[in-house]
């Protein structure tokens, strides 16, 4: 696990940098998986100390759908059941990013995680009790569904 932190946070923050620098166009996903409790499924990656929900890249080419299914897999060899729902899609510039994500609601699911290299943990949460260290986008989103909270398209 050290080792994990020790390799990746140099990563993210060479990230930042390059997204600081160059401010490419990018398009991710993320999915709200609630499970049958109500909980909220959030994960803490090994190049952050913020927990997450869960998602990733579009690669060129791909559908929004085709891509959250592909990152849950990947991340958490997650298999969607359902139809994901979209909550909305955000305007993200936060650390001088210029990402747009789309936020899918996901009831429906198989999950057995396998030990990966970008998920450190992972967990699920009452919507009222996520951990202090959530990052800020997240928190609204999950505001915004479990709450009713007006929808701001900014992350």
Known sequence: MILKKLFFKPIGFLLKLYWRIVKPFTIGVRALIINKNGEVLLVKHTYSDLWYCPGG???????????????????????????????????????????????????????????????????????????????????KRIAEYFKNKEINYIW
Request: a negative charge.
């Open 57 to 139: 890249g579009v690669d060129k080419g791909e559908h929004l759908i085709d891509a959250i299914k592909r990152e849950l897999k990947e991340e958490l060899d997650l298999i969607v059941k359902d139809s994901p729902v979209l909550l909305g899609t955000y305007s993200n510039f936060f650390e001088h990013k210029n990402d747009f994500v789309s936020i899918f609601i996901i009831k429906e699911f198989e999950l057995d995680p396998k030990q990966n290299l970008e998920i450190e943990t992972w967990a699920f949460f009452a919507p009222d009790k996520i951990p202090e260290t959530t990052s800020i986008g997240t928190k």
